[in-house]
Each structure stands twice: as structure tokens, then as C-alpha cells.
């Protein structure tokens, strides 16, 4: 009878006592004093270190401490936001596919510019700026420019203030990263799909591309859309190690206003898209490669991604897999 009892016991403790994860089966995450710098180490004997990034600089602006450096090439396995193999071979073929499936043609079968949907004043001003900053004289490439798709005009102009700074994505941290891994021969492996990012890229119907489109141009002649004084802050709030401060900037660069003509939810729909929906499916990658033993991981990714709400490490914490 003595031994009946002590086994229900000990099925009752199986069974509910497992229904929580106890504390010291987590993952912990510690902030390191390395600028926008995570480890998570699991029990198990793995680590993740997570870098957060932004995605352009100026020469030598924002260097990278040796210790980041080291745990970079140390480590098992790499990933970022794209893998290796997808930002630089397949990304350029797929976007310019996606190009050619979005041009619009007439009934003759000619392109037809984007031009022809703009006000005679914003088409002379769209003109000009092409001309004038992204070396666009040629009438050939000028021309071949018109014809693309909103999308790819909206993401030119959207990057003005960071070209006009003279930051470029080829000074950044990612870039480095993935330079760097090349050079030693390493792989990164990507938290997003190829189809995920070009989703982002032109996001929206052609209608509501078009919209975004006329706005931006339309600040842009009054000039009151200047993001300069925001980027500026941005950087030093990065370089300064200001972690609330770098997930607030980055989302207000990334989100818009609303605007006259689109619909109220597009920009909660962007949103949703740019960080919760990718922020669950990284968390989710983050959650499996924890539950490989003895490895270690280095993720470096956009900064915004894991601050603020509903950033990658809330949702770990959510779902009881991390602990801070």
C-alpha cells in the first residue's frame, strides 16, 4: 500500500510538477558593456551573442570593439538578417525580377513611365533630383529609372537623408560583418527569408506605392521632410551605447504618418510586417537554437529589433524560454 501511495506521488509531482519551466532551466540573458551587445547562455552549454546594428555608417565612424570581433570569429555558426549567399548573389537576381514583373506597359507594349501618374511639377522635380544626385544624366539610364516600379523610386528617395550625410550601407556594421566573414571563408546564415525582405521592399499595391510616392516627392519640393537632424541623432545615440534611445529613432525612421488617400491601417500593417511578425519568426529560430547543446551562435541584426516592445527578447521572456 506504502509503495501505491509514493508512486501517485511521484506521477502527480511528473505531471504538474513540470507543468512550469523552472527558473534555472531558462536561458539568461546579460547586457555586456559592449555597445548594443547581448549574450544568452543557456544551460545547456550554449551561447548566443546578439549585436545590434545600424545599417549604414561613415568610414571608421562606428568601430566595432576587438572582444565583438572576437566572439564574431569564434563562433559555431553566424546569421543576420539575410544570409550570405542571399544579399549578395540572390537578392540582386530576385529583385530584378520582381522589377520586370512590375512594369507596366501600354497597349503598344511600351513601358510606361512612372512619370505619367505625377503633376508636371513633380515630375520636373523627381527629374532634377535624379539627375542631380544619383548620376542620371544619361537619358538611357534616366529613362530605364522612370520605368521602374514606385517602389523602387520610393526607397531611393526614402534614403536621401542618408545619402546626403554621406552614410552609405557599404560603411555599416553589417556590411563589415559580412565582409569579414567572406574573407575568412564563413558563412552567415539568414533570420529572414529572401521573400520575407523583398515583401518589405515593396510593400503595398501599386495604388498605395503611388501615393507614398507623390508625398515624399511632394515634401521633399517643400522640404520639410528633412530626417537628417533624426539620422545624426541616431548615430550618436548608437555610438553612445543609448539602448532606448536607438528603438525609438530607428522605428520613427522606419514608420511613416498617416497620408491623404491610404487606408488608415497601412502603416500598423507595415509595421506589423517590418518587426512583429519577424521579430516571433527570429525569436522562434533563436528558441531552436538554443536547444542545441554546447554551440555557440553570433546574430547581428538591426538594433530596433531587440528593444523596446514586443522586441525579440520580450517574446523569448514570453514564452518562457529566457530570463533577464
Known sequence: MKKTVLFFLLVINLLFGCSSVPKD?????????????????????????????????????IPLQNTVLEYFDSADE?????????????????????????VLFDE????????????????????????????TSNEIVLYATLIMPPWILLNTLSSDPINTQKYSAEEGIDFMLYQRAMDSQRQVQGLDTLE???????????EEQMIL???TIQSLMAEDCDDSELIETLVNAYYNDDRKAVGSISKILDMGEGIAG??????????????KNRNKNWANTIKELLNTPNKTYFI??????????????????DQGVLTY
Request: aromatic fraction near 12%.
Open 213 to 215: 510616392l507623390k508625398s
Open 25 to 61: 532551466s531558462k536561458a539568461i540573458l546579460e547586457e555586456q558593456p559592449e555597445r548594443m551587445f547581448w549574450k544568452i547562455h543557456s544551460p545547456n552549454g550554449t551561447t548566443i551573442y546578439v549585436l545590434g546594428t545600424i545599417h549604414f555608417g561613415k568610414v571608421g565612424e
Open 196 to 206: 520575407t525582405q523583398l515583401n518589405i521592399l515593396s510593400f503595398g499595391t501599386r
Open 262 to 275: 491610404l487606408r488608415t491601417d497601412f502603416f500598423d500593417d507595415y509595421a506589423d510586417m517590418i518587426y
Open 300 to 317: 547581428f541584426a538591426g538594433a530596433a529589433h531587440w528593444l523596446g516592445s514586443d522586441n525579440v527578447f520580450e517574446i523569448l521572456k
Open 108 to 135: 503598344e507594349g511600351k513601358p510606361i513611365p512612372i512619370t505619367d501618374s505625377l503633376t508636371d511639377a513633380e515630375t520636373d522635380f523627381l527629374i532634377n533630383y535624379l539627375t542631380t544626385t544619383m548620376d
Open 78 to 102: 553566424i546569421y543576420a538578417e539575410l544570409s550570405l549567399e542571399d544579399i549578395f548573389n540572390n537578392l540582386p537576381v530576385e529583385m530584378a525580377k520582381k522589377i520586370e514583373t512590375s
